[in-house]
Each structure stands twice: as structure tokens, then as C-alpha cells.
């Protein structure tokens, strides 16, 4: 059974995700430079503007088409100022399961940003999209979105030995790939009830569908 997510803009007391736009691209850009990007994700260093059009363009329309997933921009409700990003990937649609990462910019981290942007998304596909199960994974030593996913209230389930590829950057700006562990972490819906209070304190969110 394949599904599609839709175009929708979901809203916080602080926050707005949105679909991403041509106009995030120098954001999203200088974002993906920054170097805690560099040594977590796979984001290629260094990250062009034509990288970031290509992704808003091409990559996520057609990771959205194809019921893969969906990104979300993560932005400022009073400034409009591009956040972060929200991804969905790896979507299973009889399974009604799939895996969240986020990346918050240099300049918005330690707002609570990624934990309240995070905890929109999982409510939007607990109940409206009627989904199961989400998953994150977190490297071994990235404790800052380990504590986002605690916050949430993930359940870790375990370790996947080997199975992240990390990088570290060299005195002259080379970077090099290190191995290590993936923790796996899940939530369910029932996992939400704690987190369902903190949601409520910050003043909830609502969803718009059809965006564009």
C-alpha cells in the first residue's frame, strides 16, 4: 500500500514548517556549511547554492511524489528566518512507519527549536496522517540530538554496530570519514503522552493542507 504525504505548513507558538522554497536556498546553503552539518550528516562539503536548488527543486519534490518522504523548512514564525530543516525518509506505508532527522542552523541552536519542531511533526503523523511508528537514529557522539530525541520522548531500542559514517575535519579543511554506531531510537503513538503536556505549554500546533 503507497501513499503520498501532502504539501502542508504546520504551526507553533515559534515555528512554521513549511515546504521548502527557491527563496531558502542561500540559508539553506550557508546552513550546510556549518561544520557540526559537515562531521553528522552526509551533506557534501562544501555545500553549493546550486546543491541547495537542487534539493529544493528536484530532490525533495520527487522524494515527496514517490511517498519516500517529506522536508519540511523549519522557520521563525515572527521573522520568517529559515531554522532548520525536517526530513522524513524511508517511509513504509503498510507499515505506517518512518524515520525523522532534523538539522537546526549554527545561529538557532539552544532555542528548543529542533525538539519543538520535532515534536509538531510527530503529532501531524500520529493523527492526522495515522502513523505508528517514527524513528530516529543518532551517531554515537551526537549527543545534542540524542537529547532531542529523549526530549520527545523516544524509546532507544538499541545499537547498530558500525553502522554511521561520521566525519572529522583536519587543521587544513579536509575531511575524513570515522565509523561508528547508530543508536536507534522510536517513538509510538502512546509514546507522546508526556510530551503531549510540553506541546500543550508552548501552545500547540495546527496544520494547513494544500500549500502552495
Do not use: H
Amino acid at each position: 500500500m503507497a501513499g503520498t504525504f501532502p504539501n502542508i505548513s504546520i504551526s507553533t507558538e515559534r515555528l512554521v514548517l513549511r515546504p521548502l522554497d527557491e527563496d531558502d536556498v542561500p540559508a539553506l546553503a550557508e546552513m550546510m556549511n556549518d561544520e557540526q552539518v559537515g562531521a553528522w550528516t552526509a551533506v557534501p562539503q562544501p555545500y553549493s547554492a546550486e546543491q541547495a536548488r537542487g534539493w529544493i527543486t528536484e530532490y525533495a519534490p520527487a522524494e515527496r511524489e514517490a511517498g519516500r518522504g517529506l522536508d519540511f523548512a523549519v522557520t521563525e514564525f515572527l521573522t520568517q528566518r529559515l531554522v532548520g530543516i525536517v526530513q522524513l525518509a524511508k517511509t513504509n506505508w503498510r507499515v505506517r512507519s518512518t524515520e525523522m532527522s532534523y538539522i537546526i542552523a549554527p545561529w538557532a541552536r539552544g532555542e528548543g527549536y529542533a525538539s519543538e519542531a520535532a515534536l509538531a511533526t510527530a503529532q501531524w503523523l500520529f493523527t492526522d496522517q495515522k502513523f505508528e511508528r517514527l524513528e530516529l537514529r543518532t551517531a554515537a557522539d551526537n549527543t545534542a540530538s540524542q537529547q532531542v530525541a529523549q526530549k520527545i520522548g523516544c524509546i532507544s531500542e538499541g545499537v547498530l554496530r558500525g553502522a554511521c559514517i561520521a566525519r572529522v575535519r583536519a587543521d587544513d579543511g579536509t575531511w575524513s570519514d570515522v565509523r561508528t554506531d547508530y543508536i536507534v531510537w522510536s517513538l509510538l503513538p502512546e509514546d507522546l503522552d508526556g510530551a503531549d503536556e510540553e506541546l500543550a505549554d508552548s501552545g500547540g500546533f495546527t496544520s494547513f493542507t494544500d500549500w502552495n
